[in-house]
Each structure stands twice: as structure tokens, then as C-alpha cells.
């Protein structure tokens, strides 16, 4: 019978390469304008919403009654996990823009042409990064949850969204004189660190099963955290650009289906 540890972390590993796919279309193609990116990263966040509940969450609350905890002591508890990794995740946001504003990150990127542009672009893609990091620990979770099904359709529908993500991180780069090879590496770099947040996730449940449910939660509170910080409100402030609502709905009605289809 298959490892699933190492299923989970070889999958954690294919869905971060999915940003790879997304820069490679914006190396054939050409950055998207501004109003498609927007509806990307839009759908990126319907998708992420999805699993974040139906990947996470409900699985997380479900462990937790396998456990033993009664159903209002597993809903605590899970709400627990996922403020913690909410403020985590929020802590991170808040060592990331201080380390922009001194200038420690930009610095590994080369020239950047304004001081509100460095910061900005700075910002997103360490926060692209950084969030890539639970969803590596969501792909490998849910494999190792036992439920082979639950797996796929987590690597599919973080996949699926990180090609928006992946798109939307070489185009801001072009939009600095990157060459298009540069931009699409940089797009898959920032994917390749969910193959660690896979390993850590597996270590830790290899560990003590105890941890799993928790984990999840982590996992989850992080994953959201993202979206209401970061990824929504960079979409409602281009909001003359035309509403991401619509794409966000696709992405979470995507991600539902699979969810559905695949357990």
C-alpha cells in the first residue's frame, strides 16, 4: 500500500509547481491586464475559501470527534486552531511588510522603480510565499488523514488555484523590466515552498495523531487569514476595473464540486 506521508508531500510538491504553470503562461503570453489579473486572483480566493472549510475544517472537526471530543468540545476546538494559525499567519504579514519597508526583501530582487511599487510588489509576493507554506501542510494533511479521495481533491483545487497566483506574481514582475524566463521562475519559486509545509505537516502528525485535527485547523485559520488580508482587498481596490466577485463565486463553487465529486 502507497506511503501516504510520501504521497502527501510528492503531491504538496505538484501543486506548488502549479505556479510554475502560471508564470509559463505569462511567459508565452504576455502579463494579463490589470482587470483579468484581478479576476485570477479573484478565483484564486473562491477556491481557497472552499478548501479552506471543506479540506480543512470539516475534516479537522471530524478527527476530532474520532478522538473522542464531544461535538460542541471539537467546535471549540477547532475554532481554536484556526485563530491560531489566523494569528500566525498575521504575524507573518506583520514581519513581512516591516522587512519591506527597510528594505531587507527587495533587495533579493533586483531594481525596483518606486518606493510604494517596491513595498507593494514586495508585499504581495512574500505574501504569496509565505501562504504557500499551509497550503503545503493542507496537501499533505489531507493525505495523511486517510482519506486517499479528500487528498486529490486537496492537491486539485490548490493547484487549480495557484496558476492564477503563479500568473499574478510574473506579471507584477514584468511590469518591472523582468525577462519573461526570470518572471516564470520566480512564479515557480514561490510554489516550491509548499513541498516543506507537506513534510512539516507529516512530521508532526507522524509524531502524534493528536496533532492532525489541529493542524488542519492551523492550516485553515492561515489559509483565510490570506484571503480577508491580503487577497480580497487587493482586488476591492481596483474595483473600477470590474468586480471579482463573480470569479471568486466560480472558485468556490469549483472547489465545492470537487470536493464533492472526489470523496
Same mark, same amino acid.
Given at each position: 500500500? %502507497?506511503? %501516504? #506521508? ?12 502549479? !505556479? ?23 478565483? @484564486? ?16 472537526? $471530524? ?11 471539537? #467546535? ?23 522587512? @519591506?519597508?527597510?528594505?531587507? +526583501? ?10 510604494? $511599487?517596491?513595498?507593494? +510588489?514586495?508585499?504581495? +509576493? ?41 500568473? #499574478?506574481?510574473?506579471?507584477?514582475? @514584468? ?14 519559486? !514561490? ?47 481596483? +474595483?473600477?476595473?470590474?468586480? #471579482?466577485?463573480?470569479?471568486?463565486? @466560480? ?13
Amino acid at each position: 500500500m %502507497p506511503d %501516504p #506521508a510520501l504521497i502527501g508531500i510528492i503531491a504538496s510538491l505538484i501543486a506548488g509547481a502549479m !505556479t510554475g504553470l502560471g508564470g509559463a503562461v505569462v511567459a508565452v503570453s504576455g502579463p494579463p491586464d490589470e482587470r483579468r489579473q484581478i479576476l485570477l486572483i479573484g478565483f @484564486a480566493a473562491g477556491v481557497m475559501i472552499a478548501a479552506a472549510f471543506f479540506s480543512l475544517i470539516l475534516p479537522a472537526f $471530524d478527527q476530532m470527534r474520532v478522538g473522542g471530543a464531544s461535538a460542541a468540545m471539537a #467546535a471549540v476546538g477547532v475554532i481554536a486552531a484556526v485563530w491560531i494559525g489566523a494569528a500566525a499567519m498575521g504575524r507573518m504579514g506583520l514581519l513581512a511588510d516591516t522587512l @519591506a519597508v527597510r528594505g531587507a +526583501i527587495p533587495a533579493r530582487f533586483g531594481t525596483w522603480p518606486e518606493a510604494e $511599487d517596491k513595498r507593494r +510588489i514586495a508585499l504581495f +509576493i512574500v505574501a504569496m510565499t509565505l501562504h504557500n507554506l499551509p497550503e503545503g501542510t493542507a496537501v499533505g494533511l489531507s493525505f495523511m488523514s486517510g482519506d486517499p479521495q479528500l487528498g486529490w481533491a486537496t492537491m486539485l483545487g490548490i493547484g487549480i488555484q495557484n496558476i492564477p497566483e503563479g500568473m #499574478a506574481v510574473a506579471a507584477l514582475l @514584468a511590469t518591472l523590466g523582468w525577462s519573461r524566463t526570470r518572471c516564470a521562475a520566480a512564479a515557480l519559486a !514561490t510554489g516550491l515552498v509548499e513541498p516543506v509545509g507537506g513534510a512539516l505537516a507529516v512530521a508532526l502528525v507522524e509524531a502524534s495523531a493528536a496533532v492532525l485535527p489541529w493542524a488542519l485547523g492551523f492550516s485553515a485559520g492561515a489559509m483565510l487569514f490570506v484571503v480577508v488580508a491580503e487577497i480580497i482587498p487587493h482586488t476591492r481596490r481596483r +474595483i473600477e476595473h470590474g468586480s #471579482a466577485t463573480p470569479a471568486l463565486m @466560480a472558485g468556490l463553487v469549483l472547489m465545492m464540486v470537487l470536493d464533492v465529486s472526489l470523496s
